[in-house]
């Protein structure tokens, strides 16, 4: 099963994650489904693609007594009204799952150590299996944290690496974050991997793709810099756009200063676009999201 159940006290509450092509009646249906069954909705957000059809998403939290017991009866349900009945995408996560999340890094340790001080706190609703690393420096810092940390070096033959990474990944995650990960991954990667891949750049995307926008950033003279969150694809920081941010820069700037105050936004709006893909807030529209 997907993810880690947390504690006892939660098992009564769920949510239903619902996408699909747009129409009429969607909302009832599943309103409707989860009353019949005895169930009480304490949150629902939805969001269609456009006015005239187009795609749907929709993510309901309701609570159910005895929930843990009838689960089945309640997953057959969905599956013949919702999935069977309307042609929707249906998944029914229980509110104490935690996301199985691998981070990637390299050398640079903010956007890493924030989220696995974040995890710790419970700020996120996440465990993480394992960190991997292209390089050592991290290793004593995440073991600190009663981490894995696995160094596997990307020589000039990188589909070697990538054999390591899938075979240490393989069915242990729901995710992979890249927390300042310095390394292309391969199209070949991205599809074995088989879960979402989340990536930070250190720039407010569509400006500066690629590598060192901060020095690029400092040669352009912009007056704002910031970070973006996206889901990886093939394409170089071409993917689905999840949350950004921005900070004031000046022509006092140095790059070094450029890259201390790129990292509080990196951080935070790294931390904010894996916190709401573990919530199942974000949907994927195309080459765009929905956050819910
Ligand atoms: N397939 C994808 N892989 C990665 C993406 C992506 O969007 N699609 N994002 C990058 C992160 N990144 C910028 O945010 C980035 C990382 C690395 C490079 C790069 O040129 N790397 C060189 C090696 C550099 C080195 O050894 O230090 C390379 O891989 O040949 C550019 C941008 C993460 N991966």
Same mark, same amino acid.
């Given at each position: 099963m997907a993810g880690e159940t947390a504690g006892? @006290?939660?098992?009564d509450h769920a949510r239903l994650v619902v996408s699909g092509d747009d129409r009429a009646g969607i909302v009832a249906a599943v309103s409707g489904l989860i009353t019949e069954l005895g169930g009480n909705i304490v949150a629902l957000h939805q969001a269609s693609s *456009? #006015?005239? +059809?187009g795609r749907f998403f929709q993510r309901t939290v309701f609570y159910l007594p005895e929930l843990a017991r009838r689960r089945d009866e309640v997953a057959d349900a969905i599956e013949r009204r =919702?999935?069977?009945?309307? +042609?929707m995408q249906a998944r029914l996560v229980d509110a104490g799952e935690r996301k199985r999340v691998a981070i990637f890094a390299s050398k640079s340790d903010h956007c890493l150590l924030d989220l696995l001080w974040r995890q710790r706190r419970g700020e996120i609703e996440m465990t993480v299996p394992l960190v991997i690393s292209n390089?050592?420096?991290?290793g004593d810092d995440v073991r600190g944290f009663g981490i894995p940390f696995v160094h596997v070096p990307v020589g000039g033959d990188k589909a070697a690496a990538e054999a390591e990474h899938l075979r240490l990944l393989d069915g242990q995650v729901d995710l992979v974050v890249?927390? #300042?990960?310095?390394q292309i991954l391969s199209g070949d990667f991205l599809e074995r991997v088989g879960v979402p891949v989340i990536n930070i750049h250190h720039?407010?995307?569509?400006?500066?793709? +690629?590598?060192n926008p901060y020095q690029r950033a400092k040669e352009r003279g912009v007056k704002l810099i910031g970070a973006t969150a996206h889901y990886v694809t @093939? *394409?170089? *920081?071409? +993917?689905? =756009? =999840?949350e950004q941010d921005v900070v004031r820069a000046s022509h006092e700037d140095t790059v070094a200063d450029l890259r201390r105050k790129g990292a509080g936004v990196e951080r935070s709006v790294l931390s904010r676009a894996v916190t709401w893909h573990c919530q199942d807030r974000v949907f994927r529209d195309g080459n765009s999201t929905v956050v819910l």
């Open positions: 006892a @006290e939660q098992v *456009d #006015r005239s +059809g =919702i999935v069977g009945g309307l +042609g390089h050592p420096d991290l890249l927390a #300042r990960y310095m720039s407010f995307l569509p400006a500066f793709v +690629g590598a @093939e *394409d170089l *920081d071409e +993917g689905p =756009i =999840i």
